[in-house]
């Protein structure tokens, strides 16, 4: 089972850019399936993304555009590019692995959009 680390977080002025980090330790990253997710204040956990095994790619409709997922087996990490931040994007962001009945969550890492 891999164990998950996100990176990558920060303060970040409106319009801008950030890319997130998830990087896996343990064996068989290149067969999990990756997910982000997020969490903002008094919200629910919301799905962002997901990259397979074979990298096929899936995107909550109003993200889309604005955030890409991808992945590096090389280098067991999987990566959220978020751009045109606004403030509602603020949030805590997890990455998640899913093999077969397995999932795993990373401990999440904060993102704020503010001036």
């Known amino acids: 089972q891999v164990q998950l680390v996100e990176s990558g977080g920060g303060l970040v002025q409106p319009g801008g850019s950030l890319r997130l980090s998830c990087a896996a330790s343990?064996?068989?990253?290149?067969?999990?399936?990756m997910g982000w997710y997020r969490q903002a204040p008094g919200n629910q956990r919301e799905f962002i993304a997901r990259?397979?095994?074979?990298?096929?790619?899936y995107y909550a409709g109003a993200l889309k555009g604005r955030f890409t997922i991808s992945r590096d087996n090389t280098k067991n990490t999987a990566y959220l590019q978020m751009n045109s931040l606004e403030p509602e994007d603020t949030a805590v962001y997890y990455c998640?692995?899913?093999?077969?009945?397995?999932?795993?969550w990373g401990k999440g890492t904060l993102v704020t959009v503010s001036s």
């Open positions: 998640n692995g899913v093999l077969s009945s397995t999932t795993t």
């Open positions: 343990g064996s068989d990253f290149r067969f999990y399936t």
């Open positions: 990259i397979t095994s074979g990298g096929s790619t």
